[in-house]
């Protein structure tokens, strides 16, 4: 699950927005302000603000649009459409994951002034057409190495995915880690003895349904029993797959913790119809993104979990 982006633009910056979405599709699910983001009969501000809570992080191109009049003196100025917009992103999201791509030449709010920006240069195509030069592209490179390590690092997000991810590493996959560590090479599980073993998180393909009554699917489809190891703390119910003492003990886990971040979405969007709109269906993909990367980066900094943790999503 790719991490989300929002770009906004005026209609004359939307080459320029075009290119940035081309340009991030690789890694990132990129999606442009004309995307079926606005909709009928909704309030603008009020999808606006559902939107700066949908994406992982925000880019605001700013284009010589306007002209304005400053203590006598006239600017190339952006529209004051994405000025707003790129302000209400900024309150939502964090000024650590709400840009700005600007033109060069275009006047900047003297609030900005010290903060670094991506910028680009225009030229004239053949068509005399005013186009974005390659500096965009090494603009943008910049950016993604920015943004690519905070990815990397992980971030609190306003939904619960976060914490949710850390309490289910804490509480079961450490410890589930350091009983497989502790007792290999003589794992003994329901009468068998195994040389090693390995713990894989499934992560759900979709919360639409229970997750307790999907990991009940899934351990059925993969004829997993089930047994009670005991570790430090205390005793858990695990299902696993073995066919023979030789083989490798997989034990396999769905995080059925995360009915929580269904249960949290709903509230944030008060709902009260059934089925999801396109704005829950976003939130619910990014929150188990941000699960599943939190979750991999604790397991990639613990000593034995590196070892014997994988993460598998779900065939959907």
């Known amino acids: 699950m790719k991490p989300r982006i929002f770009i906004g633009s005026s209609t004359e910056g939307l080459p320029v927005a075009e290119r940035i979405k081309s340009y991030f599709s690789d890694d990132y699910d990129s999606f442009i302000w004309t995307d079926n983001i606005f909709k009928y009969n909704e309030n603008f501000l009020e999808t606006l603000m559902k939107s700066a809570s949908l994406f992982d992080f925000g880019f605001m191109v700013f284009t010589a649009d306007d002209k304005t009049k400053v203590r006598e003196k006239l600017f190339d100025t952006a529209r004051d459409n994405v000025m707003f917009e790129y302000g209400l992103f900024l309150g939502r999201i964090g000024n650590d994951r709400a840009y700005i791509v600007f033109e060069e030449g275009v006047k900047i709010p003297t609030d900005l002034v010290g903060i670094t920006l991506a910028n680009f240069k225009t030229d004239k195509n053949e068509e005399g057409e005013i186009v974005a030069t390659n500096s965009l592209e090494e603009s943008l490179g910049k950016l993604k190495r920015q943004i690519d390590e905070k990815v990397q690092l992980g971030y609190l997000g306003l939904l619960p995915s976060t914490v949710i991810a850390i309490s289910y590493f804490e509480n079961f996959v450490s410890l589930v880690a350091d009983w497989i560590i502790t007792n290999k090479?003589?794992?003994?599980?329901?009468?068998?003895?195994?040389?090693?073993?390995?713990?894989?998180?499934?992560?759900?393909?979709?919360?639409?349904?229970?997750?307790?009554?999907?990991?009940?699917?899934?351990?059925?489809?993969?004829?997993?029993?089930?047994?009670?190891?005991?570790?430090?703390?205390?005793?858990?119910?695990?299902?696993?797959?073995?066919?023979?003492e030789s083989e490798i003990l997989e034990i396999c886990d769905m995080p059925t913790i995360l009915n929580g971040i269904d249960k949290a979405i709903d509230m944030y969007f008060r709902i009260g119809h059934i089925g999801k709109t396109n704005e829950q269906q976003l939130t619910e993909d990014r929150e188990l993104g941000s699960f599943a990367r939190v979750l991999k980066l604790l397991i990639e900094?613990?000593?034995?979990?590196?070892?014997?943790?994988?993460?598998?999503?779900?065939?959907?």
Do not use: W
């Not at 014997?308 to 959907?316: A, K, N, T």
């Open 185 to 244: 090479p003589r794992i003994e599980l329901n009468g068998k003895i195994y040389t090693d073993a390995k713990l894989k998180i499934i992560i759900p393909a979709t919360l639409d349904a229970d997750i307790k009554k999907q990991a009940k699917v899934y351990y059925m489809k993969h004829q997993c029993n089930q047994e009670t190891v005991d570790t430090k703390h205390r005793s858990y119910p695990i299902h696993f797959t073995a066919r023979g």
């Open 301 to 316: 900094q613990d000593a034995y979990c590196k070892h014997c943790v994988v993460i598998e999503q779900e065939e959907s």
